[in-house]
């Protein structure tokens, strides 16, 4: 028996509530093409047949380490030791999720506090939360936890933040009365963008939102823009799309950062086609119970035994939805399993270790591409990541170098179309680089910038 609970008349006073005629017009913005499309399926086939149709099509995909591979710009190729993958997919962390009645998941509580104390450590704050989908949704969530903080509306975006991140805001924003500055990207002079960014900032600013390591790769020192935010009682939030680069770089806390947010798919988490990943938040102590998601906290319990608790969930699920500071329904609880195992097994050193070799790699690279005749490295501070301007379209460039099998990098165009930067190419040289792919690249693009 079918369960229907409502009627027409139910359906039509909800569409009359929310101003429509029919349900059809919540569909109006998905094209008329792709709501009812044809799809042309072959007919059914034995599963040994599908196997083999399938490992087929998977054969024209290029694995990230079978060539040479330089793409970067928010995800990055590591080496994820084999241990990490062999502890995931026990049986008990593979099903896992996240705890529905905390108490009798002890085991799960213990690593989500675990995650939280090296994503604090590792950002240079007080607090952070269980984790979040990724870098850009929690970015969002940032700008909307200023806004309840300070209680004021304006969110200055540098032009140097992850345009994918930029979208996510201006998405998440677009229902509401948040003023969301763009600010221009400046790709050759992080000084000025830098500049152009606090001298953006007013009394009706709620935060600043940039990107450490930028989008072209430069690092910034950001007390100087901390300071400014400040003064006009707006909070700092640092973007940070690559967390090894914190292995090496001031942390964002020791800027002043009053909010940091960032992608932790490069530890313990391979590229996986562009998901799933773990966004990190964090921040200040005097900020937490605006913080959004959920945290874990370590107690004891009336033995006086050793035991951990969801302390803050301050979600939609768990308390009045006007009271709630997200609509984030759960955390990423296996990426993040994935990401504190891996640093466990680096541990600080090993962290430091796998940076520096990070560092050395774009420095090779940054030196062999600036022999090539018209490149330009737009680069003096970086970590594993170059931006460089060719004297021709880089995605031309880009494609070319692919059909020798060579992954380039990422055109800056394809991250920012029609923004006057079809020349410029960003470049990642990770710790899985090695010299002969840097002399690979360079022998292919010499004859593709020619």
């Not at 027409?8 to 499309?37: A, C, E, W, Y």
């Not at 700092?236 to 950062?257: D, H, K, N, R």
């Amino acid at each position: 028996m079918r369960y229907l609970p409502l009627m027409d008349s139910d359906r039509q006073q909800m569409l009359d509530k929310i101003g429509v005629r029919h349900v059809d017009d919540l569909f109006k913005d998905v094209p008329t093409d792709d709501l009812n499309p044809v799809i042309d399926l072959p007919r059914h086939k034995s599963e040994m047949e599908v196997e083999r149709h399938l490992s087929r099509l998977a054969g024209k995909n290029v694995a990230a380490g079978s060539v040479p591979f330089f793409v970067g710009a928010g995800a990055y190729k590591h080496h994820v030791p084999s241990t990490v993958d062999h502890l995931i997919q026990r049986g008990e962390f593979l099903t896992a999720y996240t705890p529905y009645q905390p108490e009798i998941a002890q085991g799960t509580l213990q690593y989500i506090f675990e995650f939280q104390t090296q994503v604090a450590q590792l950002t240079g704050m007080d607090v952070a939360n269980a984790s979040m989908y990724d870098g850009s949704t929690a970015t969002a969530e940032a700008v909307m936890m200023a806004r309840r903080v300070t209680r004021k509306k304006r969110a200055v975006l540098a032009g140097s933040l992850h345009p994918h991140y930029r979208a996510v805001v201006e998405t998440t924003t677009q229902f509401t009365d948040d003023e969301v500055v763009v600010l221009s990207a400046q790709p050759a002079d992080p000084d000025a963008e830098l500049q152009s960014v606090i001298d953006s900032i007013d009394d009706t600013t709620s935060c600043v939102v940039v990107q450490n390591p930028s989008i072209a790769g430069h690092v910034m020192d950001l007390r100087p823009l901390a300071e400014a935010a400040h003064a006009k009682k707006a909070l700092l939030i640092v973007v940070v799309t690559e967390v090894m680069s914190l292995g090496l770089v001031m942390s964002p806390g020791e800027m002043g950062a009053d909010i940091v947010v960032g992608e932790g798919q490069s530890i313990g988490n391979g590229l996986n086609f562009g998901g799933p990943y773990v966004g990190l938040f964090a921040t200040n102590q005097k900020y937490v119970r605006q913080m959004p998601g959920r945290l874990c906290g370590e107690t004891v319990d009336a033995d006086g035994n050793r035991g951990f608790v969801l302390t803050l969930s301050t979600r939609e699920q768990h308390i009045r939805r006007e009271k709630a500071t997200s609509n984030i329904c759960t955390n990423s609880s296996l990426c993040s399993l994935a990401f504190t195992i891996h640093m466990t097994l680096l541990g600080e050193k090993g962290l430091r270790d796998v940076a520096r070799v990070n560092h050395k790699r774009a420095q090779e690279l940054k030196a062999a591409v600036a022999t090539i005749a018209g490149v330009e490295v737009l680069n003096e501070t970086f970590f594993n990541e170059i931006t460089v301007r060719l004297p021709k379209d880089a995605t031309g460039v880009v494609e070319a170098l692919a059909g020798s099998g060579i992954l380039a990098g990422v055109p800056m165009a394809r991250l920012a179309p029609n923004a006057g930067m079809d020349n410029l190419l960003i470049m990642a040289a990770t710790e899985t680089v090695t010299e002969g792919d840097i002399d690979a690249l360079v022998t292919a693009l010499k004859e593709a910038v020619q």
